[in-house]
């Protein structure tokens, strides 16, 4: 009995030991000059330093502006405060590398192995907690650790790491918050979602989605979800006072109600340049888009003018048409009519929301290869998208409420950047919980089926070496249900 209890925190300490050493062995050096990487490190430079959120690349004192969400750059200024090496960073670095012995700065890398290890262990936990099944636990917990295509920048700081850190933990609070009336523990699911929307702001209209459907379900349809508007109010007071409170911030510093700067406009039209393509290189991203051999499969068969405009480098393709094509407008507007730069994004905003709205069918159409461009981030995309799609139905048919509010981060991630981005697969990373998730679900669902239909499964399990996971998944689904009612009924009642 107590070989059946450890086993599966010796099969997780495995996969931590497994995961660090590939990760390690496979890295790259940290790119702190490209991407994200350079705003991401200038603003948390001038938080360690000066106390000042801006993003300025100059080691000076700037004023007080808007950047980036502020959820990494906080999270960077504290490991600034707390490793001396890293502290020791200047934006100067990021511009000129040559000035700054770079190796120096690897505890931002460190930092963001640490959240990839400890979002497999929390994804443990919370496959548990919806299964009662430690066998789908450690499904979900090697979906994340031993998922090294999706892991391998893991060195890079940006934000992605810790953004699927939070949803891990917005999930998991969610879980322990769920069938219960305590203010306590839903103010702890409010202040994660409150950090994730910070740390990605993507997540603000799932946010106001979620509250959307909860305030319906309070006082309009009646279900057996037991909704108190003094949890609903609690959520949405600590919700608004963290997202709210960041929000007043920047106004007072720009006069400009927003999460970020001028983010969404350039994102939107990075995907509105996808509506151009011609119909044979709509049937060519399909392959392009296709990890491993699809960009070598694509030039075989297809001229090099069709396939040229999918490198994200190409001076004319849709990517530098989108964000560099954006950023010319703006500049031409603001010469043109003298006008401040928050105002000429507006107006530019506007014209590629016309755009698309002119081209709809071409929108619709070309979502689906920009679609399918995001789940390749996943190693296991074969196995977990269809997990996500049955995990998703099955808790909806079956009403499981709890269950289907965990793959909806899933679902919207997935769909929210097919339609206002160019989808590219690391902006998937924040969907990858849910998907470990639905895997975890399915692989109970199933090992219920097999432990109905044959009595020797856990035995033959067990021999071939995997089955103390169906061990567990026997005892549970032979003596209770696969999880314990989710929702309503006496549950509601018993755990306030």
Not at 310 to 328: A, I, K, R, V
Not at 345 to 366: C, G, M, N
Request: glycine share 8%; with cysteine.
């Amino acid at each position: 009995m107590r070989l059946a209890r450890a086993w599966p925190f010796g099969a997780l300490l495995a996969m931590l030991v497994v995961s660090i050493a590939v990760n390690i062995a496979t890295s790259k050096d940290p790119n702190f000059t490209g991407g994200d990487a350079p705003d991401y490190l200038a603003t948390a430079y001038h938080l360690a330093h000066h106390h000042v959120y801006a993003r300025d690349a100059t080691g000076s004192e700037p004023q007080p502006g808007i950047g980036r969400e502020p959820g990494y750059p906080v999270f960077l200024a504290a490991l600034m405060r707390l490793d001396p090496g890293l502290g020791a960073f200047t934006p100067e670095c990021a511009s000129d590398a040559g000035k700054c012995d770079l190796s120096r700065f690897y505890g931002a890398s460190v930092a963001n192995l640490v959240l990839v290890e400890l979002s497999g262990v929390l994804l443990f936990l919370l496959a548990f907690k919806v299964t009662g099944n430690r066998g789908s636990g450690l499904v979900a917990a090697a979906y994340t650790l031993l998922n090294f295509h999706m892991n391998r920048f893991w060195q890079d700081p940006v934000s992605d790491r810790l953004a699927m850190f939070l949803v891990v933990v917005m999930m998991l609070t969610l879980s322990y918050a769920w069938g219960t009336r305590r203010t306590g523990r839903w103010s702890l699911f409010a202040a994660a979602l409150a950090a994730l929307t910070l740390t990605k702001a993507a997540f603000l209209p799932y946010s106001i989605l979620l509250g959307t459907c909860a305030t319906i379900t309070l006082f309009v349809r009646r279900t057996d979800i037991k909704i108190s508007p003094r949890v609903l109010g609690t959520i949405m007071f600590v919700y608004a006072l963290v997202v709210g409170g960041w929000l007043m911030r920047n106004f007072v510093a720009s006069g400009e109600l927003r999460i970020t700067d001028n983010r969404a406009g350039i994102v939107l039209s990075t995907r509105e340049v996808l509506d151009h393509m011609t119909p044979t290189q709509y049937a060519a991203s399909f392959v392009y888009w296709t990890r491993g051999p699809g960009p070598g499969l694509a030039r075989r068969l297809f001229a090099p003018e069709v396939i040229a405009p999918f490198g994200l480098d190409t001076p004319d393709g849709f990517f530098e048409l989108g964000q560099g094509g954006y950023n010319q407008r703006v500049e031409a507007l603001i010469k043109a009519e003298s006008t401040g730069f928050f105002d000429a994004s507006a107006k530019i905003d506007h014209e590629v929301l016309r755009s698309i709205l002119a081209h709809p069918l071409a929108y619709v159409a070309t979502t689906l290869p920009v679609l399918y461009r995001g789940i390749w981030i996943d190693e296991f995309a074969l196995v977990g998208i269809p997990a996500l799609i049955f995990a998703s139905w099955y808790a909806w048919r079956r009403r499981e409420i709890l269950r289907f509010v965990l793959m909806s981060v899933g679902i919207y991630n997935e769909l929210f950047h097919a339609l206002i981005s160019l989808n590219i697969p690391r902006y998937q990373i924040t969907a990858m919980p849910s998907v470990a998730v639905a895997a975890a679900i399915t692989f109970a669902l199933l090992a219920r089926r097999f432990s109905r239909n044959d009595g020797d499964f856990g035995h033959a399990a067990t021999a071939q070496g995997i089955a103390m996971a169906g061990r567990a998944a026997d005892a549970v689904a032979a003596r209770a249900p696969l999880a314990p009612p989710i929702v309503g009924g006496a549950q509601a009642h018993t755990a306030r």
